[in-house]
């Protein structure tokens, strides 16, 4: 009896050795969502880079949108005192694991690769906690894009607007021609993805301060329920069967001609690239109009955990990824642009050469804002009280005055 | 020493289970009870800070939401269910042919879990798609149910679903009440000259109150928990119309990042199961010991 018991305790024993041991010290352990085709091609990139310097790739890869099923894995593994090498992760997260205090330093690399010269300083906020680098971003997806088929901007006049009066008389134009103006899926972020572009497309000052600052008198002022309003007007340019669509069956409309325009992030691209589409010739990317020179992002990072072994690898791997190369060939296949602003813009197609510019210019004029809809512009709590109300307001519960004044109480309940 | 044995086996087998139900369960609960009272956010942390979390909880919109959804959602399943369920079985119990075919076409449903129910039924009530589309396609233009995509209605979706994959398992359990009951008075009712309609109302159903009780245990609980219905069928949407508790629940304690709300609203779901569960094994009990 007492031979058994002792056998299973070291085969338990054994197990948990070599579970331990899986990540050895030239291992990079990576937690990531990056599982489609064009994404894990794109990350392929990255890893063979790695195995050049004989850095190894431990893939963990936990798979579901917006890594929201990665996050709870995460903390079960932190929790569990085993943390991977780096794990992608998305804005205000990123903060929330900072304050927890269970990050790792990447001072020496930067200081040695110049990253504070080249990293716009909105992402550097995420990137950096108490003036340490703690992640190496990969890529600055931005949100206040306009996607529109180019057959049916034609037939309803021609002209990219410019203006929110413009825009209105392009939706309704593209309403009397039969088609449906605005493909949109009722999902809350979805929802709240529109209201970025619109509460942006009040001035730079009102984005600051209602989304970043949230200053009651902002979140709840008239500029604010004239931000509803236009909601109001979008809402009345979607289908009718618009709720619960996922973001690609929108653009789908949009590709074949169903609907006449899309607002969403640069992801979308690579849709219409996918269905063989080509810039300024099938569709346009325009701003959200209102907003030219101006940029709500969101931001990939791998964020480096404070590990016992393998500093070294996770070192080499924060180099690999703010390699210029690497950012080049990564963001042209995922369709966002690199994260610093000194990458050559010659891979990279029409649109994605415009989100470079667009990207510099708005990071030189102090227009480059975290996007609240994606979770960089506020903490979860009160991005998703953010939600609530956008998606409640969209679905016609509230008036633009109620809705402006509810954004007011959900955010400091969420506060 | 044979006696000896026979008094320690069944407890030293029982031994493992009770105490992984003991620190699993009942220690998880005791875990989620104290970090409702603590000011947890994405991680545990144990500052406490008494009933505030309770106190924000009450005082949310998307709360109340879940609450009023919840007590439509539970009356009409557990009201439908069981009256539909009972019909049913009644129906089966006229000694029709072929009874052990049709029993498990009823019953059959319950064989699927929530989230396939969910998505077939997301799919044929989507009026772009589902039946809308077909009795448009098949003439009836004006033909309109779009019940999923109205925040009003988007509800009753959910318990039609709930209603469809319940109601069999619930025949199941009043057919084998109505079996139960002993033939001999049913005779002497007849000789009494008492009609078929008037021998179920008087005399079977009265008969059967512990099924209904059971009926009622069981799909009290299914409604509190329901989770994996909404989120396949509705997504807690159009916009946050149809959220429960458990959905709520989850969305606090794991993607909004505000553990001790989540916490909160789990240890109010665990007070309504309890003012079920205890009623229910109080009476069970003392039934037992009159026997």
Redesign the interface.
């Known amino acids: 009896m007492k031979s058994v018991r002792g056998l299973k305790l070291t085969v338990s024993a054994a197990i948990m050795a070599a579970a331990a041991t899986t990540a050895t010290a030239s291992d990079v352990e990576v937690l990531h969502w990056w599982t489609s085709g064009g994404e894990a091609a794109a990350l392929n990139v990255l890893k063979e880079d790695l195995s050049g310097k004989g850095v190894g790739w431990q893939d963990m890869p936990v798979a579901g949108g917006g890594g929201?099923a990665a996050?709870?894995a995460l903390?079960a593994r932190?929790?569990a005192g085993n943390a991977p090498t780096a794990v992608q992760m998305l804005g205000f997260d990123i903060k929330?694991?900072a304050n927890?205090g269970v990050l790792g330093n990447l001072n020496d690399v930067a200081a040695a690769e110049g990253w504070d010269d080249v990293v716009p300083a909105a992402l550097q906020e995420f990137s950096k906690h108490d003036g340490n680098w703690i992640a190496a971003p990969v890529n600055v997806h931005s949100t206040n894009w306009v996607w529109i088929n180019k057959s049916a901007l034609d037939a309803a006049g021609g002209k990219a607007p410019e203006t929110w009066e413009e825009m209105v008389s392009v939706m309704e134009a593209m309403k009397e021609n039969g088609i449906t103006p605005l493909a949109h899926g009722?999902?809350?972020w979805q929802d709240a993805t529109l209201f970025d572009a619109v509460v942006l497309s009040m001035g730079n000052d009102f984005y600051k301060a209602s989304m970043i600052d949230l200053d009651p008198e902002a979140l709840g002022g008239e500029q604010m329920v004239e931000v509803f309003n236009r909601m109001a007007t979008l809402r009345s340019m979607v289908d009718?069967?618009f709720?619960?669509r996922d973001w690609n069956l929108a653009s789908a409309m949009v590709i074949n001609g169903e609907a006449g325009m899309q607002m969403m992030g640069d992801w979308a691209k690579g849709e219409f690239l996918k269905a063989g589409l080509t810039a300024e010739e099938d569709f346009v990317c325009i701003r959200f109009p209102g907003t030219q020179g101006s940029v709500t992002f969101n931001s990939d990072q791998f964020v480096m955990f404070d590990i016992e072994e393998g500093g070294d690898a996770q070192q080499a791997m924060a180099a690999s990824v703010m390699d210029p190369g690497f950012q080049s060939a990564f963001n042209v296949v995922k369709g966002s642009v690199p994260a610093r602003t000194d990458v050559p813009n010659d891979d990279f197609g029409y649109c994605g050469k415009k989100g470079m510019a667009d990207l510099a210019e708005a990071g030189s004029n102090g227009g480059l804002f975290g996007s609240m809809a994606h979770g960089h512009a506020a903490?979860?709590?009160v991005k998703?009280a953010v939600y609530?109300v956008v998606?409640?307001h969209?679905?016609?519960?509230f008036e633009a005055e109620e809705a402006a004044q509810?954004l007011v109480n959900?955010v400091e309940?969420?506060m | 020493m044979k006696d000896r044995l026979q008094e320690w086996v069944p407890r030293l087998v029982l031994a493992p289970s009770f105490l992984l139900v003991l620190l699993f369960v009942y220690g998880f609960i005791l875990y989620t009870g104290y970090l409702s009272m603590t000011d947890s956010?994405?991680?545990p942390s144990y500052g406490f800070v008494g009933l505030e979390n309770y106190q924000?909880l009450f005082?949310?919109?998307?709360w109340n939401t879940a609450l009023t959804n919840l007590a439509i959602f539970g009356i009409l399943y557990i009201l439908i269910s069981s009256l539909l369920g009972l019909f049913l079985a009644i129906l089966l119990d006229q000694k029709i042919r072929a009874e052990g075919l049709i029993r498990p076409i009823y019953l059959y449903p319950m064989a699927l879990s929530f989230i396939v129910t969910g998505t077939a039924w997301?799919w044929f009530l989507?009026?772009?798609i589902g039946l809308e589309n077909v009795m448009q396609q098949w003439g009836w233009e004006n033909f309109e149910f779009?019940w999923i995509?109205d925040?009003d209605f988007a509800i009753y979706t959910v318990v039609l679903a709930a209603v469809w994959q319940s109601s069999g398992f619930v025949m199941a359990m009043f057919l084998a009440g109505l079996r139960g009951v002993d033939n001999e008075i049913i005779k002497a009712a007849q000789i009494d000259g008492a009609s078929g309609f008037r021998i179920y109302r008087k005399i079977i159903i009265p008969m059967m109150r512990p099924v209904f009780l059971s009926a009622f245990v069981v799909l009290a609980h299914l409604a509190i928990k329901a989770y994996d219905l909404v989120i396949a069928l509705?997504?807690g949407?159009?916009?946050?119309?149809t959220e429960l508790p458990a959905t709520f629940m989850y969305?606090y304690t794991?993607?909004?990042?505000?553990m001790g709300i989540g916490a909160s609203s789990a240890i109010i779901m665990l007070i309504m199961i309890f003012s079920i569960i205890v009623p229910y094994l109080y009476s069970e009990l003392k039934s037992g010991e009159q026997k």
Do not use: C, I
């Not at chain 1, 969209?394 to 519960?397: A, Q, R, T």
């Not at chain 2, 949407?237 to 119309?241: E, L, W």
């Open positions: 929201e996050m709870t903390r932190v929790t929330d694991w927890e009722g999902q809350a009718d069967n709720s619960g903490p979860a709590a998703n609530d998606t409640a969209f679905n016609g519960e509810e959900a309940a969420a | 956010r994405m991680l924000k005082a949310l919109r998307h997301k989507d009026p772009g779009n995509k925040r509705t997504g949407g159009p916009g946050r119309a969305s794991f993607t909004r990042n505000q």
